[in-house]
T-cell receptor
């Protein structure tokens, strides 16, 4: 069975600081992994996805994530936080043709 | 661009009412999903459908039903709304193409309040 765990329900950073949102997965088959972002009162939009190509995946808005099989992790990073990055972030695991399984989400707050 | 449209962004209903949440996608996707989102619980799958007139239960189907009469439309029905169904409901779709990774495309959500 597949599952995903996001470590930390709330992360706070200062503007310009490194953003690190943690995600660990469990999967019996090579997984597809996703990060989605949700801004207030909106649906989810895709930030980036890992599909067994390069282990370092670049997404929109300067975010990237690294797939580490040995650590079963897919942490999301951004070198320099911006106020507009404040949102809720969801990690998800899945495989083709099935419903994605989501983590419980991490709320990112950015202070000036 | 894929567009998933949820007909109502905000609804307020009374306990016991029948509630319909409508979702339409315009990319000819085979798969459609209904999730419920609650603070601290993330997204939980209610029902999904792989084809017209087909449906599968997700993790929390109790108190809900669905209808998929046309490929582009997937409706979520609350037969008798209760206060514990107050939540954000998210519809999503995906392609069944061989190359598909399972990526979902979401609507903007329907926030339902049951009084």
């Amino acid at each position: 069975a597949q599952s995903v765990t996001q470590l930390g329900s709330h992360v706070s950073v200062s503007e310009g600081a490194l953003v690190l949102l943690r995600c660990n997965y469990s999967s019996s088959v090579p997984p597809y992994l996703f990060w989605y972002v949700q801004y207030p009162n909106q649906g989810l939009q895709l930030l980036l996805k890992y599909t067994s190509a390069a282990t370092l995946v670049k997404g929109i808005n300067g975010f990237e994530a690294e797939f580490k099989k040995s650590e079963t992790s897919f942490h999301l990073t951004k070198p320099s936080a911006h106020m507009s990055d404040a949102a809720e972030y969801f990690c998800a695991v899945g495989k083709a043709g099935t419903a994605l399984i989501f983590g419980k989400g991490t709320t990112l707050s950015v202070s000036s | 661009d894929v567009k998933v449209t949820q007909s109502s962004r905000y609804l307020v209903k009374r306990t016991g009412e029948k509630v319909f949440l409508e979702c339409v996608q315009d990319m000819d996707h085979e798969n459609m999903f209904w999730y419920r989102q609650d603070p601290g619980l993330g997204l939980r799958l209610i029902y999904f459908s792989y084809d017209v007139k087909m449906k599968e239960k997700g993790d929390i189907p109790e108190g809900y039903s669905v209808s998929r009469e046309k490929k582009e439309r997937f409706s979520l029905i609350l037969e008798s709304a209760s206060t514990n169904q107050t939540s954000m409901y998210l519809c999503a779709s995906s392609s069944r193409a061989y190359s598909n990774t399972g990526e979902l495309f979401f609507g903007e959500g329907s926030r339902l309040t049951v009084l």
